[in-house]
């Protein structure tokens, strides 16, 4: 009996322990000098000194040891859309931009929209990715089929309100009841892409990017989210806003009194107004779109002070040459994974934003709001996921470097300071100075309620 494994030891024994020598170490509020040991996947010690040797040493003088982070709202293709991005280049992308976890997003060919697609889907992932990934599945009224989705991992119901987005749209309010009441049975949240169909042009009509995105009004997402918050204040499930896009969303959901709700801004909604897209076009068309320079501010004033949830990427990788074509024709959506910290650390050395912020925004609060309570965090028996940073170091944004397919950004060009020195997931090194060092399938698929 004696030589029987357990799974946690199976699928860990076989990984080499690493010592992190003398960074300046994250706790809830500040840096400390010290050591870290992972062994077995896991943080086992943290202390000013270690003494033991461990098989791989990383000596991080200069460098800030952070929680790694965690992305709540990504889209790694794969499967038919594998030309897009698949499991492999997207966490590659997700290593590089220090992200540890990465929960991807349900409207794929074929859509997450089952238990058998789901599981589809993670044995596929299995052997490809080099981060954690869970899976958010497509929105269903259907009480069975939802509570099935639960009990098999995913992490969310998500709702498309916006026409261009079918099959899985669901338009009218008591269809959206519907599956509110389905999540809440099943012990689900409910992610949302909250944007009523509003347009007053058809498509066809639409001769430029700025036409394109003049005609997905804010109005669109006010409406939405005013919506959706009646409906949740009726059943009461927990509902996740994604991409917000104006500051008014942000208060409104902040000042809910549910409790229940919680609300996510991009960096291109916080970095980028919709004057950028007379420039770039294609480059910066994404839904929802991008809004005046003001409201652009405001909404990263808000962030900044704390109104906002989390930060995720929305990271929807599509090829330049489906990007190219005629407006209404362009996919929307932007590769996002490998800019987001650069182009965040830069403000924290501009003083627009604190560590501390950053820190929640980007790691312990999607960590709590999606029950990974092993993650978020670096102390004792937390999981083997962090990252070191150097704040120091200068760089610019060079799309032809990305690991992701997608070689374009509206951020190309832009100079950063603070970058990615290393990642580490589950103990291991999957990314430092610039290279992936991690091999496909050294990532873990994750399920919702086996607590990260
Ligand atoms: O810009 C976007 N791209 N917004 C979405 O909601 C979907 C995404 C995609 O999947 O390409
Ligand atoms: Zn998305």
Redesign the pocket.
Known sequence: MDNLKSPENEETSGLPSLLIRDAHIWTENHTIRGSILIDHGRIQKIARRIAERADEEILARRLVALPGLVDAHV?LRDMRLSYKEDFTTGTAAAAAGGFTTVLD?P?TLPPTDSVQRLRLKARRASQKILVNVGFHTAAVGDRWTAKAMGAAGAFSMKL?L?KP?APLTVGDDRAVAEVLKAAKEASLPVTV?AEDAAQAKTTREIRTFKELVASRSGNAETSAVNRILRLQKKVDCQIHF??LTLPSSVSAIGNSLSGRVSSEVTPHHTLLSKDSVEKLRWKA????PLRPEQVKNSLFRKMASGNATIIAT?H?P?TIKEKRQPPHKS????PGLETAMPLMLTMVNKGKLSLRRLVSLLSTNPAKLFSLSSKGRLEKGAEGDMILVDMKKRGKIDPNKFFSKAHYSPFEGWKTQGAIHATIVNGSIVYRNEEITGKPGGGKVLRNGSGG
Not at 285 to 288: C, I, K, L, S, T
């Open positions: 889209h997003m409207n498309y916006p987005i892409h994604c991409h068309w994404m839904v929802p929305d929807a599509h996919p929307p959506g932007i």
